[in-house]
């Protein structure tokens, strides 16, 4: 089955630097990698996807790179802000059963 | 309006006890979870409905029993609770077939503490 690895668990950067988050997965037919923010007293929620097909997505601040063949995948915040603090968690689509294989998450903490 | 709504916020209860958590979205997906939060914040699929049907079943104790009364609605019942089932238990939508790959809409969590 699927296996997702998360990198940092914890990552502090200075307010206005970037933050970069890695992910590995296993399973070289997954097709579908989304990235979810949670905050505190909050549940998940989703903050960019990228499908197999394509290697980069962009949305303001925040990209998403994909690499197939080494199989990992990182999500890319430019120009941190405060209200970025968050955990962070990256998951891959399991193609043989459908479901969503998550990360363990990054804590992201932006200093003043 | 809120999206997914799990009822209650917050749950304290004793060993042993029997308790339900009920989860209602308005978003008119199809497919709908439960996900169980551990203190260090990792996600573990529980289960998973499609149009009312069981698609995905984890590892998951018997005494964790879903049902799903009509596909806006999937409530989670837990049969004489132990210690190590604190945690937050998150519900979620999606619209794709029971596919994963469309966005899941989470709720806000129901945090269950055992005494």
């Known amino acids: 089955g699927e296996n997702v690895e998360q990198h940092p668990s914890t990552l502090s950067v200075q307010e206005g630097d970037s933050a970069v988050i890695k992910c590995t997965y296993s399973?070289?037919?997954?097709?579908?990698f989304p990235w979810y923010k949670q905050e505190l007293g909050k549940g998940p929620q989703l903050i960019i996807d990228i499908r197999s097909n394509v290697g980069e997505k962009k949305d303001q601040r925040i990209a998403v790179t994909l690499n197939k063949t080494a199989k990992h995948f990182s999500l890319h915040i430019t120009e941190t802000q405060p209200e970025d603090s968050a955990v962070y968690f990256c998951?891959?689509?399991?193609?043989?059963?459908?479901?969503?294989?998550w990360g363990a998450g990054t804590k992201l903490i932006i200093k003043p | 309006d809120t999206a997914v709504s799990q009822t209650p916020k917050y749950l304290v209860t004793q060993m042993g006890n029997d308790k339900s958590i009920k989860c209602e979205q308005n978003l008119g997906h199809d497919t709908m979870y439960w996900y169980k939060q551990d203190s260090k914040k990792f996600l573990k699929i529980m289960f998973s409905?499609?149009?009312?049907?069981?698609?995905i079943n984890e590892t998951v104790p018997n005494r964790f029993s879903p049902k799903s009364p009509d596909k806006a609605h999937l409530n989670l019942h837990i049969n004489s609770l132990e210690l190590g089932d604190s945690a937050v238990y998150f519900c979620?939508?999606?619209?794709?077939?029971?596919?994963?790959?469309?966005?899941?809409?989470f709720g806000d969590g129901t945090r269950l503490s055992i005494l």
């Open positions: 998951a891959a689509r399991e193609d043989s059963n459908y479901q969503l294989i």
């Open positions: 409905y499609n149009n009312k049907e069981l698609i």
């Open positions: 399973d070289s037919a997954s097709n579908y």
């Open positions: 979620a939508s999606s619209q794709d077939g029971g596919g994963g790959n469309q966005p899941q809409h």
